[in-house]
Structures are given as structure tokens and as C-alpha cells.
């Protein structure tokens, strides 16, 4: 039976992710409502309303989806298992890492950003922060999975990997 030695939770919740597609709703909003309630053309070639309704739709899946995305990790006696939502899934066997480690990272230098990277220095798996587990695979790969918890994880990767 598999014990469960860690588990996280994050989310993306970072204001400056949502404030884009709040402020397009707004603007969208907006114009539906000078176009329908105060009878005024919104710019100078306006469409009609109905296409700026239809338009709302991205920001509203856009918030939606940052909203709901999780990532949520856990490692047992004998895997870590990545959990990233529509985004992916990924199983890790301990037998299958040559090295591991909670380090400091840059996301936008090392990766290139947040989210679901692939990039030449591997990929990541992160919502937040730069603090990660860099796990070095024996196969080549790297893969970091940012994590929040810092204090709880290092222990824990110190005894699975001395």
C-alpha cells in the first residue's frame, strides 16, 4: 500500500492574471450597456450587440480557467504524481529519478513563465513563486514542480533522496 509522504495544493490566483480578463468583461459590458440602455454606438464602427456579447465569452472562459486550474502534487513511497488539471497528468517513479532537490529558480528565466513550460532546460510545473522541486530524471530529463511549501518538503526529499 502506498503512503502518502506529501501532498499540495495551488492554484493561480496571482491578481495580475485575472485583472486582464476582468477589465475586458468590464469593457465589454460597458459597451453593451451604451450601446442597449443610453442608445450610443460604441466606437466608431459599432458592433451589434449580439457579437459583443459573443466576444464576452473569452474573458469569461479565459477567468474561468485560471480560476479552476490547480496543481496539485503528491508523492508516495514509491512516485510523485503531477497533477495539472485539463493541462496533464504525470507519474514520476522514485526508481526512475537519479536526483532530486527543493531549489530557487527563476520561472521566467529558467522557463520562460508560469503555467505548463516545456523548454530546453526542461519542464516545469508551476502557479507561483520560485521555489521548486528539480527532479533530474535518469533517463536525461528535468522537471521542476514549483511548490509553496517549502519547509515541509525538504525533509522529505532529504530522506527519499540522501
Excluded: C, H
Excluded at 456579447?53 to 474573458?59: C, E, G, K, R, S
Excluded at 486550474?69 to 507519474?91: A, H, R, V
Excluded at 522514485?94 to 522557463?111: E, N, W
Excluded at 530524471?137 to 517549502?150: A, D, V
Amino acid at each position: 500500500m502506498e503512503k502518502v509522504l506529501f501532498e499540495e495544493e495551488q492554484r493561480m490566483r496571482q491578481w495580475w492574471i485575472m485583472a486582464i480578463p476582468i477589465l475586458l468583461i468590464g469593457v465589454f459590458a460597458y459597451g453593451i450597456f451604451q450601446q442597449e440602455v443610453m442608445d450610443i454606438p460604441f466606437g466608431n464602427q459599432p458592433a451589434p450587440s449580439w457579437l459583443i456579447v459573443l466576444f464576452m465569452f473569452i474573458p469569461i472562459g479565459l477567468l474561468w480557467f485560471f480560476w479552476s486550474l490547480k496543481l496539485t502534487t503528491k508523492i508516495t513511497n514509491e512516485m510523485i504524481i503531477i497533477d495539472f488539471g485539463i493541462l496533464g497528468k504525470k507519474q514520476i517513479k522514485l526508481s526512475d529519478i537519479k536526483t532530486a532537490a527543493v531549489v530557487t529558480y527563476s520561472p521566467l528565466k529558467d522557463y520562460g513563465g508560469w503555467g505548463l513550460r516545456v523548454g530546453t532546460n526542461g519542464t516545469a510545473y508551476n502557479v507561483a513563486g520560485k521555489i521548486g522541486l528539480q527532479i533530474d530524471l535518469k533517463k536525461g530529463k528535468r522537471i521542476m514542480i514549483g511548490t509553496q511549501s517549502e519547509e515541509i518538503l525538504k525533509p522529505i526529499i532529504k530522506r527519499l533522496f540522501p
